[in-house]
DNA sequence: GCCAACGTTGGC
DNA sequence: GCCAACGTTGGC
């Protein structure tokens, strides 16, 4: 059982799109780290938050659930759409990625703001400098410390 | 296999 | 819109 934070601009896929879908493919990812995330790292039933990313303010929205195996990402075979990925094949997928449903909703946004001043979460990979991942591991602790904060 | 150029992310 | 950070690409 481990913890992620999945990153989603809200004008592209919100907490809304989310709960409306109940569960989805998340697809569209193309960086070899998330990549390696999805296909090696997750466990079915650990536990995501859902984040806003690319908005104002940024932030913490929700919870989500990883709801399946790896699963191949079925845009990169699609010509049609912009992540579309010629260079992978059916045989050999490149890109895998994994259901994820909706858990719910917190009571409130949790800020990037906020999160930058608890104490306690000075660690937590979405806060480095630099970082751009959209898919990070979180830590038990760090899990917990959030959640203390919208209850 | 190195590394410069380029592209993308995402907070500010 | 800017720009720092950093991943990817492609020439050599």
Request: charged share 20%; aromatic share 0%.
């Given at each position: 059982m481990a913890y992620w934070l999945l990153k989603s601009e809200p004008d592209c896929y919100s907490i809304d799109d989310q709960e409306r879908d109940g569960a989805n493919v998340w697809d569209g990812c193309r960086n070899y780290t998330v990549r390696n995330f999805f296909r090696d790292?997750?466990?079915?039933?650990d536990q995501g938050f859902f984040y806003h990313s690319s908005c104002e303010p940024p932030g913490i929205v929700g919870i989500v659930e990883v709801a399946s195996g790896p699963v191949p990402d079925p845009t990169q075979f699609d010509p049609n759409s912009e992540y579309y990925d010629p260079k992978s094949s059916k045989e050999d997928p490149r890109w895998i990625t994994r259901e994820i449903k909706f858990v719910r909703k917190l009571p409130r946004q949790i800020t990037l703001a906020e999160l930058r001043q608890t104490p306690g979460l000075e660690s937590m990979a979405v806060l480095q400098k630099g970082q751009r991942l959209s898919v990070m591991p979180v830590t038990d602790e760090e899990w917990t410390r959030v959640l203390q904060m919208v209850e």
């Open positions: 790292q997750m466990n079915e039933g």
